[in-house]
């Protein structure tokens, strides 16, 4: 099974998604250096299989890529703005355009939902719930909106809309595609990447609002600091978690 989501009504989904019977903690993988995508993309897929075989178990993956954009199965051509000035890569998940790149902290989630909740909506919402109190540990107010995947912060530094809403950047990105049940591809947050390479792309399709980090919010906080809060706020969530090398 293939899933494309729907990301709507998510506000008031039950954010709870530990296995609902015994099952092995997740494991939690950190990498150090770089990872190229068509690498990290060729090890999610395997994993799933393996997932799916029983014979690897659920895994969180944290990394950094290089430079580079990746393509959503939603993605609109018109939305790559400057083609030729980073790689660009097909990813099949969920979602449009996004960058990715050194300071983001991206985390790939391969959870099998059979031994959870088979509710996709749910997952999203429940991903989100996880960055949010994330964030929160660093005392930043995380948001999500309905018609707007991902996470969000209010910025009152900053002129309101032309709606006269309050100006507001994203923070964080999610997307995910769902095979046989199992996840793979997962979430990013903005530590302290080059904020400019955002200008290459229509961030996620949406052109009205910008994108933001914590280091442009005034907070510079080390990747160290925030893989320690994901993994606390991953637990209470979805279960234990066991570190691998």
Known sequence: MTSKLKYT???????YFKATHHTSPVEWK????????????????????NIFAKTAHEQVWLLEHPPLYTAG?????????APHSLPVYEAGRGGEFTYHGPGQRVAYIMLDLKRRRQDIRAFISALEQWIIETLAQF????ERREDRVGVWVIRPDRPPTINGTPAEDKIAAIGIRIRRWISFHGICINIDPDLSHYTG????GIANYGVTSLLDLGLPIT?????IAMKQTFEQIFGPTIAIS
């Open 73 to 81: 199965t939603s993605a609109q051509q018109k939305d790559l703005l």
């Open 30 to 49: 950190i990498s150090n250096s770089l990872v190229e995508y068509p690498e990290a993309l060729r090890y999610m897929q395997e994993r799933v299989e």
């Open 201 to 204: 792309i229509v961030p996620c």
């Open 139 to 142: 005392n930043i107010k995380g």
């Open 9 to 15: 009504d998510r506000n008031h989904l039950s954010h």
């Open 223 to 227: 990747m160290h600091d925030v893989d």
